[in-house]
């Protein structure tokens, strides 16, 4: 178990998607681009079978954004969206201002 203080520290945000790219050589990965209210980052998530890249533009999602980046088939993760088994996108239900904190 994690303590409350160490929850804290995850700093989950609501993003909008605004492009998703196929990485060469990656059956199940995608660069997704995008936007926290004006802060553009881009995250590799292996979503690429179960969406297709034109459903997820325009989405919101969650993230977890202050995660260290790191490298995936050669391209920088700036963070980590939340998907259930499935993969199942966790979404709003309403739309939110990018870069909205979730608490």
């Known amino acids: 178990m994690i303590s409350f203080e160490e ?10 998607i605004k492009k998703v790219e196929d990485i060469e050589g990656a059956d199940k990965l995608y660069k997704i681009t ?8 881009h995250i590799v998530a292996g979503i690429k079978q179960a969406y297709p890249k034109e459903e ?11 995660l260290q980046p790191i490298k995936l088939k050669g391209v920088e993760s700036q963070g980590m969206l939340l998907a259930a088994d499935g993969p199942i996108l966790l979404t709003t239900d309403k739309r939110a ?3 909205s904190k979730v608490h």
Do not use: H, S, T, W
């Open 97 to 99: 201002k990018a870069g």
């Open 34 to 41: 995008i936007d926290l209210g004006g802060q553009i980052k």
């Open 7 to 16: 929850f804290e520290k995850m700093d989950l945000r609501i993003a909008e």
């Open 56 to 66: 997820l533009i325009g989405k919101q999602i969650v993230i977890v954004n202050n």
